[in-house]
């Protein structure tokens, strides 16, 4: 299986910050014959389902607003959040859907306003 | 709009089984895969196995072989995760969620509660 690593578990970042979330997987998620890697993050606010926000490590799901970036290619990505705003409180996730089954997700980082 | 509307909340002894649907809305359901994801209380996601809404095929997370099964009803475009021999750890919330490569779609959630 692949093993799927956030850091870090927690983070606080002032309101108009940038926040940098980090995965690390225990293989490569790069599919080499379309050069694509196979990386998505999700957004989940207390008491509500996640939310995709991220796939293919980079492409932004239809609505997710711009400051939201995601970079990356093999084993180590990047969720980046250019400006804090408050709706941003979550918890963050990261999964592979490369080598399935089984589907796999981080742990989660805890993301909040200091 | 797509919807994915998971039946209510359960509370279940050790031992028993529980069924939870969710039924699908706004898009083609044979096109797509339905996914069950769980939530222990103040954990991260598991995933807990798919089913192909066009054929019925399906895969299990190998630790809940035996006591899961994912059906679907295609004439309701609805979706059920049966599991079985419950025990005070499955307390959880359940998800269904839609899934091509990835879960762009959620259901609302359903609280599955394991109690004496």
């Known amino acids: 299986d692949i093993v799927m690593t956030q850091s870090p578990d927690s983070l606080a970042v002032s309101l108009g910050e940038r926040a940098t979330i980090n995965c690390k997987s225990s293989q490569s998620v790069l599919y080499s014959s379309n050069n694509k890697n196979y990386l998505a993050w999700y957004q989940q606010k207390p008491g509500q389902p996640p939310k995709l926000l991220i796939y293919w490590a980079s492409t932004r799901e239809s609505g997710v607003p711009d400051r939201f970036s995601g970079s990356g290619s093999g084993t180590d990505f990047t969720l980046t959040i250019s400006s804090l705003q408050a709706e941003d409180v979550a918890v963050y996730y990261c999964?592979?859907?490369?080598?399935?089954?089984?589907?796999?997700f981080g742990q989660g980082t805890r993301l909040e306003i200091k | 709009q797509v919807q994915l509307v998971q039946s209510g909340a359960e509370v279940k002894k050790p031992g028993a089984s529980v069924k939870v649907s969710c039924k699908a809305s706004g898009y083609t359901f044979t096109s797509y895969g339905i996914s069950w994801v769980r939530q222990a209380p103040g954990q991260g996601l598991e995933w807990m196995g798919w089913?192909?809404?066009?054929?019925?095929?399906?895969n299990y997370a190998q630790k809940l072989q035996g006591r899961v099964t994912m059906t679907t009803d295609t004439s309701t475009s609805t979706a059920y995760m049966e599991l079985r021999s419950l025990r005070s750890d499955d307390t959880a919330v359940y998800y269904c969620?839609?899934?091509?490569?990835?879960?762009?779609?959620w259901g609302q959630g359903t609280l599955v509660t394991v109690s004496s």
């Open positions: 969620a839609r899934w091509g490569l990835t879960f762009d779609y």
């Open positions: 999964q592979q859907y490369y080598r399935t089954p089984p589907i796999t």
């Open positions: 089913i192909s809404a066009y054929n019925g095929n399906t």
